[in-house]
């Protein structure tokens, strides 16, 4: 359980302003599970708790004061696993008086004041339309020794105006919009986030232009459906139009988004993504399954034909284009005949990676009644055929790449066996991962000079199914201002209102649905 903090000098929340005292300030802890809206939305929770006068616990150090969960309901078990977080917290919360726990995310949002009920020492319990009231729960909850729970129903503001700590000096989410208007069956994300919001072109480029002016490097555009943005304000190729506004930002080296829906793809996004050099040409854009009736049975609007002719087209454009993907496997009702027809699109299409998943009930969507659910061993078997054929060609994609000079913008925490290895990572154009070699050919290491959001060229001498290796001297380095800002070890904070600075820390960058929730 990633409960842990410490003390640290700053104001008291709640405590008077100006006497001239100093307060050991409370410390916070953010867990969160889920998708990247949830990850995103947990930047936006610290940045509201450092607001207020909190600061992050240190993990090493003792319990924090706030510990705030922000939960995902697309588990069948999340609520188990939930319950059993908290119970564990229990004893703690026992021993440290004044310790507080909030609970917020899907999971908040779908059992409301059962979380109460429950496990009664939660003190406060608020939605996903509400992260804003999130330190004046905390307060009220305080001051009335009493638990809080408010939810609502709707988004009272968008969340991209609350203040946000940003995990990464290089990389960031920029939300264009919330919510869904699709009804995929599968999918608890319409109950639970509501219908479409779009955010105005203006407030997401400002905001994108206040993170280049901070050192950013690379923006992620991020909502259920991207290419439905625009459908609040009447203009359907708004998504395209905002890709190409990015290629005007000056320092804006990268832009990428997640995820696209096949169903309201237009060419002209194509067209945006393949004549704007600052957009990257990996798409993520989920199939979830190679058969029709299958989709017809998910409610997803698109066939597999529809599918495959828009990644004709992407190539068409892009050669180098590295397309990702979501599949669900073991769906109820799904034959071996219909799997049959997954594993032939996945042939066909040649993703560069794909995040798959088992089918399990989400409780609450329409497919956890539907019958014939399968027998899990059925979906296991298919799984484990779907993740072999998924490799062989990730593998057999990654291998085209040997010999390539690519473009690494160098990351925090995603090569777990750097120390060891020698070598530094991060993420190339098209969003492989590459691990890189930093000596020079005279056998001068540049491990030092290399900071993380630096830009490096290399050339890759291995591929393995999941990753790319360069174990030559690095061709160039290019120092950046996010470079600068890690090497400061820079972790500004957000001055108020509006937007939010970024910090040092691990990036958003691939497309990286958690398990089984970005399924879009
Ligand atoms: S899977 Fe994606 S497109 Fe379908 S309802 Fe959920 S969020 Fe919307």
């Avoid at 924090?64 to 188990?80: L, S």
């Avoid at 085209?400 to 020698?422: C, I, M, N, S, Y």
Wanted: overall charge neutral.
């Amino acid at each position: 359980m990633p409960v842990g903090g410490g003390h640290r000098t700053g104001r008291y929340p709640g405590s008077p302003r100006g006497r001239g005292t100093k307060r050991v300030a409370r410390t916070y802890n953010v867990v969160t599970y889920g998708c990247q809206m949830n990850v995103h939305d947990s930047e936006r929770i610290s940045g509201l708790l450092e607001q207020a006068g909190y600061v992050r616990a240190v993990p090493t150090d003792d319990t924090p004061d706030i510990v705030v969960f922000n939960t995902c309901a697309v588990r069948e078990n999340a609520d188990n696993r939930l319950y059993g977080n908290l119970g564990r917290l229990r004893p703690v919360k026992d021993k440290h008086p004044g310790m507080q726990i909030a609970v917020g995310g899907c999971l908040a949002q779908k059992d409301r004041g059962d979380i109460v009920r429950k496990a009664p020492w939660v003190d406060v319990v608020f939605g996903t339309h509400n992260i804003g009231a999130l330190p004046v729960l905390l307060e009220r909850a305080r001051h009335n020794a009493a638990a809080e729970v408010e939810i609502l129903e709707a988004l009272d503001v968008f969340p991209s105006t609350l203040p946000t700590r940003r995990e990464s000096t290089y990389a960031g989410w920029v939300s264009i919009s919330v919510g869904c208007n699709n009804t995929c069956t599968f999918c608890i994300v319409p109950a639970l986030r509501g219908k479409e919001k779009d955010r105005r072109p203006g407030d997401i480029l400002s905001e994108v232009r206040a993170l280049v002016d901070e050192g950013v490097l690379e923006v992620t555009l991020l909502g259920q459906n991207v290419n439905s943005y625009g459908v609040e304000f009447g203009d359907r190729y708004a998504f395209g139009k905002l890709l190409r506004a990015c290629g005007d930002i000056d320092g804006l080296e990268r832009v990428r988004f997640t995820s696209p829906h096949p169903k309201d793809f237009t060419d002209d996004v194509i067209a945006a993504m393949a004549e704007t050099p600052n957009v990257c040409h990996s798409l993520h854009m989920p199939l979830q399954s190679g058969s029709d009736d299958v989709l017809r049975a998910m409610r997803r609007s698109y066939r597999s034909e529809r599918y495959l002719g828009i990644i004709e087209k992407v190539r068409a454009a892009m050669p180098d284009a590295a397309i990702t993907t979501d599949i669900i496997v073991g769906f109820p009702g799904e034959t071996e005949a219909d799997f049959q027809r997954t594993l032939d699109v996945v042939r066909e299409a040649r993703f560069s990676s794909a995040f798959t998943f088992q089918y399990s009930k989400r409780p609450g969507t329409p497919a956890a009644t539907m019958d014939d659910q399968l027998p899990k061993q059925v979906v296991q078997e298919r799984y484990e055929r779907l993740v072999a054929a998924v490799e062989e060609i990730t593998w057999a994609e990654n291998k085209r790449l040997v010999g390539e000079t690519v473009e690494v913008l160098v990351a925090v925490g995603e090569g777990r066996k750097d120390e060891r290895t020698g070598r530094m990572s991060g993420r190339a154009r098209d969003g492989r991962l590459v691990h890189f070699a930093t000596e020079t050919a005279d056998g001068e290491s540049l491990a030092g000079q290399i900071r993380p959001g630096d830009i490096v060229h290399t050339t890759i001498t291995y591929a393995a199914p999941h990753h790319l290796n360069a174990d030559g001297a690095p061709v160039a380095h290019r120092r950046t201002r996010a470079g600068d800002a890690a090497e400061a070890g820079r972790s500004p904070r957000t001055p108020g209102v509006l937007l939010g600075l970024p910090t040092i820390g691990a990036p958003p960058v691939a497309p990286a649905p958690a398990a089984g929730c970005a399924a879009h």
